[in-house]
């Protein structure tokens, strides 16, 4: 009997354009890549993607002119920036094609050989607004206020004769398509644009070439040696190309694919391609994803700002599994997102930290206690495991869906859903308790369900904490190096199984001060030390226990949790505090904690504090915090207690 054919995922990023060096948005774009490839692997199927580097061009001559270099050396050194990064960003399982190749240059000329045969490229005279920062020409309808739409500049009118592709030939075509195939392209956003641009009827026929005359670094066109091929035409194909072209196995194998791009090249892969393919006779690709930019502190990056992030960077300094974890975590993939440092600590010790690294933390310190860091055998599942099971393969189903449908951040934070309900079962339990009271049956049933539950997040984080995954999988026992399949993972809870050795102790996702407060600390070093009172009093002085008396410290549970509308570092809390009623508390824990990650968490407060108005919102009683190795930590009772208990 033969084996079942494996099914087949191909995913492009952008060829990107190298007369820069490589920024944030280039490894974001092939980060996504590489985790929707891991993610198909998982579930069995034969995937890889292409990446690579766009050579040609008016702004590659430009660049290389600047450096003093010629436009061969320069695009040979700039590629190899981008093919040096990726590895160090843990991205695997690509192939880096670049258009200078001498193989995409034949099929390239191969394919516009074709696209001339069947009569859809005429020459013509033209005079036209060209811009040389998009390098292309604008009609009047694409201008805003005369200046090009992307640079704000106003282009040069230049004459000329060149070659053109009948576009405008396939526009009704294709605006019915889209119309037709409403997850063609996608966040919806950007399908809307697409059309918008067919609708206002600003499109019309493509030029493909640029005369000799004016530029000489490009791929000679097949059928006029005097002209170049315009760029956009040369990169796209270079998803073909990378195939080995129409004729190619792979191009059998893996065609259609996806296309990863962010939204300021919209046009050439929503318009452009599908029709260059149309005319071409070959099918379309399935899906065009669209991200938006990462701004820095709601501004665009660029080197005058000063405000570039340098993805290694950052990488090396908090670790590359959670850098990963936080641009797809921050992200809502369409829109555009602020990156910052502060952003990126808060969301490390959150999530990362107080949530999934405390949960492995306290677990497995337990199993070495409990059970010398040894699967026991669990005893028949009662209501309480039963949910987290079902909760579990639901979260797990729901991640692979939202994940594969580009949805990342929502995959996570749903994910986190079930991490948190986790610590939260881990509360219920107090498996302290039955240790202590001697219940080894019940106790076995409880840390082998939290076992199993830990390492079904750790398979779902493979994807995007590659390391990090690895190293979860290890510390619960699992002897490959490589995850295993999915398989029938999504459908079943199943258990760890009984007698499999388990690490002592886990500190996965250390926690980390932010700058500011660094330098806080540096200055309260230098101040100069205070003596100590004879009497041996405390810091603030001694109290009466009448005057403790006074204060009426609750338990309560965190029902809603936003961020203030007017001061960044403080939390709007609204706190059930059972009889007492629900309170609202301001509190300045939004450097350390995530809104969504306190919600359901209980805590204590201090309620007969007299209100206080901050920044115009007010808020009635305390949260209390202590200070931590990594900052502020939430004071939390052992074990979950009736909302409104006091505390004596």
Same mark, same amino acid.
């Given at each position: 009997?033969?084996?079942?054919?494996?099914?087949?995922?191909?995913?492009?990023?952008?060829?990107?354009?190298?007369?820069?060096?490589?920024h944030?948005?280039?490894s974001?774009s092939?980060?996504v890549a590489?985790?929707?490839?891991?993610?198909?692997?998982?579930?069995?199927?034969?995937?890889?993607?292409v990446?690579?580097?766009?050579?040609?061009?008016?702004?590659?001559?430009?660049?290389?002119?600047?450096?003093?270099?010629?436009?061969?050396?320069?695009?040979?050194?700039?590629?190899?920036?981008f093919?040096?990064?990726?590895?160090?960003?843990?991205?695997?399982?690509?192939?880096?094609a670049?258009?200078?190749?001498?193989?995409?240059e034949?099929?390239?000329?191969?394919?516009?050989?074709?696209?001339y045969?069947?009569?859809?490229?005429?020459?013509?005279?033209?005079?036209?607004?060209?811009?040389y920062?998009?390098e292309? @020409?604008y009609?009047?309808?694409?201008?805003?206020?005369?200046?090009?739409?992307?640079?704000?500049?106003?282009? #040069?009118l230049?004459?000329?004769n060149?070659?053109? @592709?009948?576009?405008?030939?396939?526009?009704?075509?294709l605006?019915?398509?889209?119309?037709?195939?409403?997850?063609?392209?996608r966040? $919806?956003?950007?399908?809307?644009?697409?059309?918008?641009?067919?609708?206002?009827?600003?499109?019309?026929?493509?030029?493909?070439?640029?005369?000799?005359?004016r530029?000489?670094?490009?791929i000679?066109?097949? @059928?006029d040696s005097?002209?170049?091929?315009?760029?956009?035409?040369d990169?796209?194909?270079?998803?073909?190309?990378?195939?080995?072209?129409?004729?190619?196995?792979?191009?059998?194998?893996?065609?259609?694919?996806?296309?990863?791009?962010?939204?300021?090249?919209?046009?050439?892969?929503?318009?452009?391609?599908?029709?260059?393919?149309?005319?071409?006779?070959?099918?379309?690709? +399935?899906?065009?994803?669209v991200?938006?930019?990462?701004?820095?502190?709601?501004?665009?990056?660029?080197?005058?700002?000063g405000?570039?992030?340098?993805?290694?960077?950052?990488?090396?300094k908090?670790?590359?599994?959670?850098?990963?974890?936080?641009? &797809?975590?921050?992200?809502? &993939?369409?829109?555009d997102?602020?990156?910052?440092?502060?952003?990126?600590?808060?969301?490390?010790?959150?999530?990362l930290?107080?949530?999934?690294?405390?949960?492995?933390?306290?677990?497995?310190?337990m199993?070495?206690?409990?059970?010398?860091?040894?699967?026991?055998?669990?005893?028949?599942?009662n209501?309480?495991?039963?949910?987290?099971?079902?909760?579990?393969?639901?979260?797990?189903?729901?991640?692979?869906?939202?994940? =594969?449908?580009?949805?990342?951040? $929502?995959?996570?934070?749903?994910?986190?859903?079930? /991490?948190r309900?986790?610590?939260?079962?881990?509360?219920?339990?107090?498996?302290?308790?039955?240790?202590?009271?001697?219940?080894?049956?019940?106790?076995a049933?409880?840390m082998?369900?939290?076992?199993?539950?830990?390492? +079904?997040?750790?398979?779902?984080?493979?994807p995007?904490?590659?390391?990090?995954?690895?190293?979860?999988?290890?510390?619960?026992?699992?002897?490959? #190096?490589?995850?295993?399949?999915f398989?029938?993972?999504?459908?079943?809870?199943?258990?760890?199984p009984?007698?499999?050795?388990?690490?002592?102790e886990?500190?996965?996702?250390p926690?980390?001060?932010?700058? +500011?407060?660094?330098?806080?600390?540096?200055?309260? +070093?230098?101040?100069p030390?205070?003596?100590?009172?004879?009497? =041996?009093?405390?810091?603030?002085?001694?109290?009466?226990?009448?005057? &403790?008396?006074?204060l009426?410290?609750?338990? =309560?549970?965190?029902?809603?949790?936003?961020?203030?509308?007017?001061?960044?570092?403080?939390?709007?809390?609204?706190?059930? @505090?059972?009889?007492? =009623? /629900?309170?609202?508390?301001?509190?300045?824990?939004?450097?350390?904690?995530?809104?969504?990650?306190?919600?359901?968490?209980?805590?204590?407060?201090?309620?007969?504090?007299?209100p206080?108005k901050?920044?115009?919102?007010v808020?009635?009683?305390?949260?209390?915090?202590?200070?931590?190795?990594?900052?502020?930590?939430?004071?939390?009772?052992?074990?979950?207690?009736?909302?409104?208990?006091?505390?004596?």
């Amino acid at each position: 009997m033969l084996e079942e054919e494996l099914s087949q995922f191909y995913i492009t990023t952008p060829i990107y354009y190298v007369n820069a060096r490589p920024h944030l948005g280039h490894s974001y774009s092939t980060m996504v890549a590489d985790a929707l490839v891991r993610l198909h692997r998982l579930e069995g199927e034969e995937s890889f993607f292409v990446t690579g580097s766009d050579e040609h061009g008016d702004k590659i001559v430009q660049a290389a002119e600047k450096n003093g270099q010629k436009p061969q050396a320069f695009v040979d050194t700039i590629s190899g920036l981008f093919q040096q990064l990726w590895p160090t960003l843990g991205i695997e399982n690509y192939r880096f094609a670049r258009t200078t190749n001498p193989e995409h240059e034949k099929i390239v000329q191969s394919l516009l050989q074709k696209v001339y045969d069947a009569g859809d490229i005429y020459f013509g005279s033209f005079s036209g607004h060209y811009c040389y920062g998009c390098e292309r @020409f604008y009609t009047e309808k694409e201008l805003e206020n005369g200046l090009c739409p992307q640079h704000l500049t106003k282009p #040069e009118l230049i004459s000329e004769n060149n070659y053109f @592709f009948r576009m405008s030939k396939y526009l009704p075509w294709l605006k019915e398509y889209i119309t037709s195939h409403p997850d063609f392209i996608r966040p $919806e956003r950007y399908r809307a644009e697409a059309l918008g641009m067919l609708e206002v009827g600003a499109l019309d026929d493509l030029c493909i070439s640029r005369p000799k005359t004016r530029l000489t670094w490009g791929i000679e066109l097949p @059928f006029d040696s005097n002209y170049v091929c315009y760029v956009w035409f040369d990169a796209l194909l270079t998803y073909i190309s990378a195939l080995g072209g129409p004729d190619g196995a792979d191009f059998a194998k893996f065609w259609p694919g996806e296309h990863l791009v962010a939204k300021d090249i919209l046009k050439p892969h929503a318009v452009f391609w599908p029709i260059m393919l149309k005319s071409m006779g070959l099918p379309l690709y +399935k899906h065009l994803n669209v991200h938006g930019y990462w701004l820095s502190r709601d501004t665009k990056m660029s080197k005058s700002l000063g405000n570039i992030v340098e993805p290694k960077a950052m990488a090396d300094k908090y670790g590359l599994d959670a850098f990963r974890y936080y641009l &797809f975590r921050e992200m809502h &993939f369409g829109s555009d997102a602020s990156f910052s440092e502060e952003s990126l600590i808060t969301r490390i010790n959150a999530d990362l930290s107080n949530d999934l690294g405390n949960l492995f933390s306290r677990v497995l310190s337990m199993m070495s206690r409990y059970f010398d860091a040894t699967v026991p055998v669990p005893q028949a599942m009662n209501e309480d495991d039963q949910a987290i099971a079902d909760h579990c393969v639901q979260a797990m189903q729901n991640f692979v869906t939202l994940f =594969g449908g580009i949805r990342f951040s $929502e995959a996570l934070e749903n994910l986190w859903e079930f /991490v948190r309900a986790l610590n939260k079962y881990v509360d219920s339990q107090a498996p302290w308790s039955l240790y202590k009271a001697g219940n080894t049956d019940r106790l076995a049933t409880v840390m082998v369900t939290l076992l199993t539950g830990m390492r +079904k997040i750790a398979l779902c984080l493979v994807p995007v904490m590659p390391k990090a995954s690895a190293l979860m999988l290890s510390q619960l026992g699992e002897a490959s #190096e490589t995850p295993s399949l999915f398989g029938d993972e999504l459908q079943t809870f199943g258990v760890i199984p009984s007698g499999q050795k388990l690490a002592r102790e886990s500190n996965i996702f250390p926690r980390f001060e932010k700058p +500011k407060e660094k330098a806080e600390a540096v200055d309260k +070093k230098a101040e100069p030390k205070k003596e100590k009172s004879s009497e =041996g009093k405390g810091s603030k002085g001694e109290v009466s226990i009448d005057a &403790f008396a006074q204060l009426d410290i609750r338990v =309560g549970t965190i029902e809603n949790a936003s961020r203030h509308p007017n001061a960044d570092k403080i939390l709007v809390l609204s706190i059930n @505090f059972g009889p007492l =009623g /629900v309170r609202q508390i301001l509190s300045g824990l939004a450097e350390y904690y995530t809104p969504e990650a306190l919600v359901n968490r209980q805590v204590c407060a201090i309620l007969n504090l007299k209100p206080r108005k901050i920044r115009g919102l007010v808020s009635n009683g305390m949260v209390l915090t202590a200070e931590g190795e990594g900052g502020i930590v939430l004071l939390q009772p052992e074990t979950t207690v009736p909302n409104g208990g006091a505390i004596a």
